[in-house]
Nanobody
Framework: QVQLVESGGGLVQPGESLSLSCLAS????????WDWYRQAPGKQRELVAS???????YVADPVKGRFAIARDDLKAAAYLQMNSLNPEDTAVYYC???????????????WGQGTQVTVSS
């Protein structure tokens, strides 16, 4: 069984920064994609940033230039650096990963429990 645990959320003022971490634990053979999603109250969950195993990175337009995704597969971890935060970034942030638990297993999807980010003065 694989678990993802996010950390680093909190309350910040507009213009400040936060760094989120996501650690995967359990039986892990390989990690394919790491994604960060967010869901604001009353809105659908949206993709914020993505890191593919081939090195491809994606950052959604609303956060481009302010957010950056990074991964460290040796530590089974992904990170989301968030700068110049504004109230529209307030949401629960979720980590998502595609992981194989062994060479024989298929790639499976895993989600973290979410971490709250609140941007308010």
């Amino acid at each position: 069984q694989v678990q993802l645990v996010e950390s680093g959320g909190g309350l910040v003022q507009p213009g400040e920064s936060l760094s989120l971490s996501c650690l995967a634990s359990g039986s892990i053979f390989s990690i394919h994609n790491w994604d960060w999603y967010r869901q604001a109250p009353g809105k659908q969950r949206e993709l914020v940033a993505s890191s593919r195993r081939d090195g491809t990175l994606y950052v959604a337009d609303p956060v481009k230039g302010r957010f950056a995704i990074a991964r460290d597969d040796l530590k089974a971890a992904a990170y989301l650096q968030m700068n110049s935060l504004n109230p529209e970034d307030t949401a629960v942030y979720y980590c998502y990963a595609q992981i194989k638990q062994s060479a024989a297993d298929p790639v499976s999807d895993y989600w973290g429990q979410g971490t709250q980010v609140t941007v308010s003065s």
